[in-house]
């Protein structure tokens, strides 16, 4: 991938063709991409996934999705790996061929690797969590044969079956590479087609005593990427354990995030929600309505004023409402796990936040 970047804004849509479809599992697909217009590739780093908008039949609004991108940055191609499990990946699987188009904007996330650290990471995936932790891994072994130091990796790798699990011809080539740097432990739930020792290393759901059997009483940081479930389990074990809250990064699937230890962290006051009507502003157009409790979240709010911005899951976990914040201030009545800055407001969230000083302040969005 080139790491020159386009002239287009972070919100701009591009038309990127399909170039290849590959089966990676019974129920997973990777499409490759390129852009259509044969300009650069904005650059993207490990673990960040793509907004991508597929167009209905029947005058339908778009759907708007993300998936994570499952290549390194070295890669020349975008790849996203996309498990059949609802309306946008079955539209992808069943409805998508090479040649087609779809639109899709620059990579986004905060789910990231930083090859710097000489200490080992431990990287957790659980079925298609992988495509995060993939391209991570994938990053690790590029920059080791580049530097010639790779961080030492473990990875614990569950699925369900062996059909299911996906990338296992990618992952021999990466520990090829990695030249001893590289353990990976697979897991399978159901075994009837598989042999252990070929096929896997541990039958059942990862635990803390899986754990403790495969690591030593080392300095590690956790990159964790799974069903909220999982995750939440993986992530109790290991603060019971002793891992600081700070050495685990994760990214769970769907709306719910982790239930994280706070007590020795600095959290910022929350903000509450406005008691009492807020004007707010949509746009530079000023389309405009009085919002009041009771009217739901400010996507809800825009709807119904006749407004028609983007979304995706609805719940603060894919960050397509994602909106600029030009004045005023807003409180979120959920927790959310996309990521935004302190400027943007995941709208689907969020509604007008109170004031500190009980005055009335107006809220002013740029929803395109």
């Known amino acids: 991938m080139s790491s020159t ?33 044969g300009a650069a590739m904005a650059p993207h780093r490990a673990g960040q ?12 609004p778009p759907l ?10 070295s890669a020349q191609q975008l790849r996203i790996s996309v498990r059949k499990l609802g309306t946008g990946s079955s539209h992808l699987h069943d409805a998508i061929a090479v040649g087609d188009t779809i639109d899709c904007r620059e990579p986004d996330g905060d789910f990231i690797i930083d090859t710097s650290p000489t200490h080992p990471v431990v990287m957790i995936a659980a079925g298609v969590g992988i495509t995060p932790i993939l391209a991570m891994i994938t990053h690790l072994v590029d920059d080791g044969e580049r530097t010639g130091a790779m961080r030492p990796i473990t990875f614990f790798y569950a699925a369900r079956t062996k059909a299911e699990r996906g990338f296992d011809g990618e992952l021999d080539r990466l520990v090829e590479r990695a030249n001893g740097k590289l353990t990976i432990i697979r897991l399978l739930q159901e075994t009837d087609d598989a042999v252990i020792g070929k096929d896997y290393e541990e039958q059942g759901i990862l635990s803390a005593g899986i754990l403790e059997k495969y690591l030593g009483f080392q300095l590690y940081d956790f990159y964790m990427c799974g069903p909220p479930g999982f995750m939440q389990a993986i992530y109790d074990a290991l603060t019971s354990h002793g891992v600081a809250d700070h050495r685990i990064f994760a ?5 719910a995030s982790l239930k994280r230890q706070t007590e020795n962290r600095s959290v ?27 009217a739901g979240s400010l996507l809800e709010f825009a709807e119904a004023s006749g407004l028609t911005p983007e979304f995706g899951c609805r719940e603060g976990a894919c960050g397509a409402c994602k909106t600029p914040l030009v004045a005023g201030a807003v409180a979120y009545f959920r927790e959310t796990s996309a990521a935004h800055g302190d400027n943007e407001v995941l709208i689907c969230s969020a509604v007008p936040a109170a004031s500190a000083d009980g005055t009335i302040n107006k809220l002013v969005l740029a929803i395109g």
């Open 5 to 37: 970047t386009t002239s287009s804004s972070r919100s701009d849509w591009r038309k990127f063709r399909i170039t290849q479809i590959v089966a990676e599992s019974a129920v997973i697909k990777s499409f490759y991409l390129e852009p259509a217009d």
């Open 49 to 60: 996934h793509l907004p991508i908008r597929l167009a209905q039949p029947g005058g339908e």
């Open 64 to 73: 708007l999705r993300t998936y994570t991108v499952s290549v390194a940055p």
């Open 251 to 255: 990214e769970a699937f769907g709306p």
């Open 268 to 294: 910022a006051p929350k903000a509450e929600p406005s008691a009492i009507p807020i004007d707010v502003v949509f746009n530079a157009a000023g389309d405009h309505g009085v919002w009041a409790p009771g």
